[in-house]
């Protein structure tokens, strides 16, 4: 992995796919996610672990941002397929982050 700055485009990109956003809801990085993310996957699997999500992001054909919306979508996808136990944890941890956010409760509790 290189640096810091592709690496957090990546966890930003990548958790944008997961939690893409619409109309009054925030996209997953805008909440902050990725760095919940990233914080959560040096806690369940150590300190090579952010750099290992970025890695196997690349080998499934990242960087997302120069993609559209159906290349992200299958590089995700690719990602589950291959590594089916660090998605789960992504994914996850992702949506946790993203609905323990304080904007996203609001957001929900005025639903009713």
Request: some cysteine.
């Amino acid at each position: 992995m290189t640096g810091g700055a592709e690496l957090a485009a990546l966890l930003r990109d990548l958790v944008d796919v997961l939690v893409p956003g619409a109309g009054p809801w925030p996209s997953a990085s805008v909440a902050g996610v990725h760095g919940v993310l990233a914080m959560r996957l040096l806690d369940e699997r150590g300190e090579q672990a952010v750099d290992g999500l970025g890695e196997a992001l690349l080998r499934c054909g990242a960087p997302l941002g120069p993609l559209d919306a159906q290349s992200r979508i299958a590089v995700v996808q690719r990602l589950e397929r291959e590594q089916p136990a660090l998605f789960k944890l992504v994914r996850d941890a992702s949506y946790i982050a993203y609905y323990e956010n304080p904007a996203v409760v609001r957001g929900v509790q005025a639903l009713g």
